[in-house]
């Protein structure tokens, strides 16, 4: 099954950043707005909009990813150096600096949007 990208619907920032990141990573997973959404997978709506959200296995088994590390996972999907990047947002002290720079991007993603 292809795992789920769950970004904010309501966020052109983030929507432009899927598609850019679509482009590096094609397959293995879709991007879903959270304003398309039909199944939430026991997500709260403030949880959905504070983060973007990688749900793998979304029908059995779930297993959830948000901020940096669902980023990561999609470049891990896609494998080769991309894939390298994407454990690094995994493995610390690395994982505390891509958590550091996502919160910073995501509270901030009205100023960094003119950049996508």
Known sequence: M?????????CGFCQRT???????APTGWINVPSTELTNNHDLTQEQLEHSVWLIESPNSNPIR???????????????GLWGALGWLTFIPPMSWVAAGMYRIVANNRKFFSRFV
């Open 2 to 10: 292809t795992a789920i990208l769950i970004t904010d619907g309501n």
């Open 18 to 24: 899927a598609t850019k990141l679509a482009r590096i």
């Open 65 to 79: 990813y948000s901020g940096a590390k669902a980023v990561g996972k999609v470049l891990r999907i896609r494998g």
